[in-house]
């Protein structure tokens, strides 16, 4: 078995529905679905069941723990010579496995991981939030990639890696946030190769609301500080931005009110920005305008979550990042 697509889900049954569709159209065959139900309420082993006679599909139902554990609990059940994480919530296109496969062929490595784009059945605020989770003006700068201001790190929505290395690593951490970033921090530090596939990208519905948008980057901020603790080389100044980015911008706001309104210039430069570079990446005046509060929503959620978590650690608080469930 070339691949295993380990899928951890928490009542999301229509997505899990949308992903497995996608799986059956691709063009390579040789791989196995591992589904692992992280104590669900609403479950989809009934979904599961419709594909058992078109996919090597196995599902397993487990108390739950969170996606982490959830991961690992698949892999430890995958016979495939690569593993591949997927979200839930991610939609696969047919030639997926094939630009993996590929790039593999091309250049062996230990690990990988590709980026997610918007389909165009998405809601315009799907499309938006996915815009400010890959726009090198927010923190997809941060995230890596072709225009990027750190390495590539892979994230578990969509991330591979070869199960022998996974095993030898001891798969992820018990986090609840930050797990894959701290999987691909140990991944470099342990000398094993690493490196972004740019056309094996997925579908990533992600939220469909700013404020549960809000929390989700909230947390990742929060990550980013139990992450510099744990591997303080790691960390570099970039990851202050989203943090800059709050505290100029509440200072600018600060500045106009008591002072003039030229002060507003800087932030309106970034709004125009925003705004005409998503115009010109989507082509929908709609997905543009919401782009600009999809942005500072990323970037605020982020800061305050890092600027929080810092405080709380200045003060000796210890700080244990939440998140939503797989």
């Given amino acids: 078995m070339r691949f295993s697509i380990i899928i951890p889900v928490y009542n999301r049954p229509q997505e899990v529905d949308e992903l ?169 530090a342990n000398g094993y190769s690493c490196r972004l596939f740019p056309d094996a990208f997925v579908y990533h519905k992600r939220r469909v609301k700013f404020s549960s948008f809000f929390r989700q980057v909230k947390h990742s901020g929060e990550a980013r500080v139990v992450l510099k603790k744990k591997y303080p080389d790691t960390f570099k100044l970039v990851h202050l931005l989203p943090a800059a980015f709050v505290v100029g911008n509440l200072l600018l706001l600060l500045l106009a009110i008591f002072g003039s309104w030229w002060w507003l210039l800087p932030i309106a430069a970034y709004v125009l920005m925003v705004f005409v570079d998503s115009w010109l990446k989507n082509k929908d005046l709609k997905v543009a305008l919401l782009s600009v509060p999809a942005a500072y929503c990323q970037l605020f959620g982020y800061g305050i979550g890092f600027i929080e978590a810092q405080w709380k650690d200045i003060l000796g608080k210890k700080s244990h990042p939440k998140t939503e469930n797989s």
Avoid: W
């Fill in 20 to 188: 497995l569709e996608s799986l059956c159209a691709q063009t390579f065959k040789d791989f196995e679905v591992v589904v692992v139900e992280d104590g669900s309420t609403e479950q989809c082993d009934a979904v599961c069941e419709k594909y058992t006679d078109r996919l090597a599909l196995r599902y397993h139902f487990k108390p739950n723990s969170g996606p982490g554990p959830s991961r690992n609990y698949g892999a430890e059940r995958s016979q495939g010579e690569y593993l591949i994480i997927l979200d839930s919530d991610v939609i696969v296109p047919d030639n997926y496995l094939d630009t993996i496969e590929e790039e593999l062929r091309r250049a062996p490595c230990d690990a990988f991981g590709g980026p997610d784009r918007a389909h165009p059945s998405f809601t315009p605020i799907q499309k938006a939030i996915n815009y400010a989770m890959t726009s090198f003006f927010t923190t997809g700068g941060i995230r890596g990639g072709k225009q990027k201001l750190d390495k590539f790190y892979p994230r578990s929505f969509n991330l591979g890696i070869k199960k022998e290395v996974f095993d030898a690593l001891g798969g992820f951490a018990p986090m609840r946030y930050g797990e894959d970033i701290d999987l691909s921090t140990r991944i470099f």
